[in-house]
C-alpha cells in the first residue's frame, strides 16, 4: 500500500443543507442568474406533492419562470428520456435546471445540461462505447445554471462528478465523468425524504455506504477522500436501521442525506469498484434497482476479493461500530457479518431470485459485468466472479 500518492480533490458544488432548507431556493436560483427554468422530475415526486411544495415557495413576487417540468423520468437514467427532455429544454429556450428526485432524476438532468451546453442531441455521444471520460482541462465549464434537490439518500448524485444512463439499445449502463456535471447548488432537505418508503430508504442507504466503502478501500486516493467516507459509513451504520423503522425521523434521514453526499465524494470514478461493476452489469440485464444491487452485492464482492479491502480493514471495521481488536482476516470477517447483518435489520435479501434469474443466463451476466465499462481499471478474477454470480444470482 502507497503512503503517498498525487491526488486532486475536485467537487465544486455548493451544499445547502437543513430541515427546511428548501426555502432558501428560490435566492438560489436568482443567485444563478438564470430566469428560465425547467424542473426535471418523475411522477412518484408529482404524486407526493413534492414539486406542490416547492412551487409555494413562488407565491411572492419574483422575476423566475419555471417554463416546464418535465415529469417522466423512470428507473435509471434512461438515454432515450434524457434525450427527450434536452430537446423539450432547447426548444423552450431553458436556461437553468432544477432537478428534483432520486439518482435517476439526477442523472437525467446532468444529461441534459451537458446536451443544452454542447449543443448536442443524443447523449450516446458523450459516452461512445458507453464510456466517457473528460479529466480536468480537457473539460470545459457547463453554462447552465444547475439546482439538485435529492429526495433519496444514496447515490449522492447533486454533488458527484459521474453520471450513469441506461443503454436501451445495449440493455447496459454507459459511464460519463466530467468534473462540471454536478449541480452549482445541492439543497438537503430532510424534511423532502420522509415520504420514502423503508424499501427504498434501505437500498438507497446501502447505495451510500457501497460508495464509501469502496471509496475508502481503494488505495490510491488521498485522505479527504477516506476522511468523508469513514464518517459517511459511520452515519449510515448508525442511522440507516432507523430510518428504515421510523421513516419520519428527521435527524436519521438528515444524516443519511449526509452521509450520501459525503460517500460519493469519497468515491473512486476511476478505480477498482467490483461491487459497482457487478451492479451495473446485472442491474440493466434484470432492472435490478442500483441501490438493491449494490445492497446484494456488497457482502458478496467484499468476501470473495479480501485483497482489496484488508489493507485499510481496520478502518472500515471500525466505522461500522466493530471496535474488537483482532487479526486483519478476522477483522474483515466481522466487517462481511456486520453488513449482513444490516440487511437483515433494513429487511432487504440476500440475493437476486425475485428478479427471476435463470442458470442459462449465467455465461451471458459474466460478459456483461467483464465488458462493464465499471470494471475499467480492475478485472475481477473469472473463477471468483462466477462464484459471486452464483451466489447472487442462483443463491448458491
Known amino acids: 500500500m502507497p503512503t503517498q500518492t498525487y491526488f486532486r480533490f475536485d467537487f465544486r458544488t455548493s451544499v445547502s443543507a437543513g430541515p427546511g432548507a428548501r426555502a432558501f431556493l428560490p435566492a438560489h436560483m436568482k443567485e444563478l442568474a438564470a430566469r428560465r427554468w425547467m424542473i426535471i422530475t418523475d411522477q412518484g415526486i408529482v404524486s407526493a406533492g413534492i414539486i406542490d411544495k416547492l412551487m409555494e415557495l413562488f407565491d411572492g413576487p419574483h422575476d423566475l419562470n419555471i417554463v416546464t417540468v418535465f415529469d417522466e423520468v423512470l428507473q435509471d437514467a434512461r438515454m432515450s428520456l434524457v434525450n427527450k427532455a434536452a430537446a423539450i429544454g432547447r426548444q423552450l429556450a431553458v436556461e437553468g435546471i432544477l432537478a428534483v428526485g432520486g439518482g435517476s432524476v439526477l442523472d437525467t438532468a446532468k444529461g441534459v445540461k451537458i446536451l443544452l451546453a454542447a449543443g448536442l442531441t443524443d447523449i450516446a455521444d458523450t459516452v461512445p462505447a458507453n464510456t466517457g ?5 480537457l473539460a470545459k465549464r457547463l453554462e447552465i445554471p444547475h439546482i439538485a434537490i435529492p429526495t433519496t439518500a444514496g447515490t449522492g448524485s447533486e454533488v458527484s462528478t459521474i453520471a450513469v444512463f441506461l443503454n436501451e439499445k445495449d440493455r447496459v449502463k454507459a459511464n460519463l465523468l466530467h468534473p462540471y456535471i454536478n449541480a452549482d447548488i445541492a439543497i438537503l432537505d430532510p424534511e423532502l425524504t420522509v415520504g420514502l418508503p423503508p424499501k427504498i430508504t434501505a437500498f438507497t442507504g446501502f447505495d451510500a ?67 459497482h461493476n457487478c451492479a451495473h452489469a446485472l442491474g440493466a440485464m434484470y432492472n435490478i434497482p442500483h441501490g438493491l444491487a449494490n445492497a446484494v452485492l456488497l457482502p458478496l464482492v467484499m468476501e470473495a476479493l479480501p485483497e482489496i479491502y484488508l489493507p485499510k480493514i481496520s478502518v472500515l471495521a471500525d466505522a461500522l461500530g466493530i471496535k474488537e481488536k483482532a487479526a486483519t482476516e478476522e477483522l474483515h470477517q466481522m466487517t462481511v457479518a456486520r453488513i449482513r447483518t444490516l440487511l437483515q435489520e433494513t429487511g432487504l435479501p440476500a440475493n437476486f431470485l425475485e428478479f427471476g434469474p435463470k442458470p442459462g443466463e449465467m455465461q451471458q451476466a459474466i460478459m456483461n459485468v467483464l465488458t462493464d465499462p465499471a470494471g475499467l481499471v480492475f478485472k475481477i478474477p473469472l473463477e471468483r466472479l462466477i462464484k459471486i454470480l452464483s451466489k447472487a444470482l442462483l443463491g448458491m
Open 209 to 275: 455506504l457501497t460508495h464509501a466503502i469502496e471509496g475508502v478501500a481503494w488505495q490510491y486516493q488521498g485522505q479527504m477522500y477516506d476522511a468523508l467516507g469513514l464518517q459517511a459509513i459511520r452515519l449510515v451504520e448508525q442511522n440507516l436501521a432507523v430510518a428504515v423503522s421510523n421513516g419520519a425521523d428527521i435527524d436519521a434521514r438528515m444524516n443519511l442525506l449526509t452521509a450520501s453526499s459525503m460517500a460519493i465524494m469519497s468515491f473512486p470514478g476511476l478505480g477498482a469498484i467490483p461491487v
Open 133 to 137: 471520460l473528460y479529466v480536468g482541462e
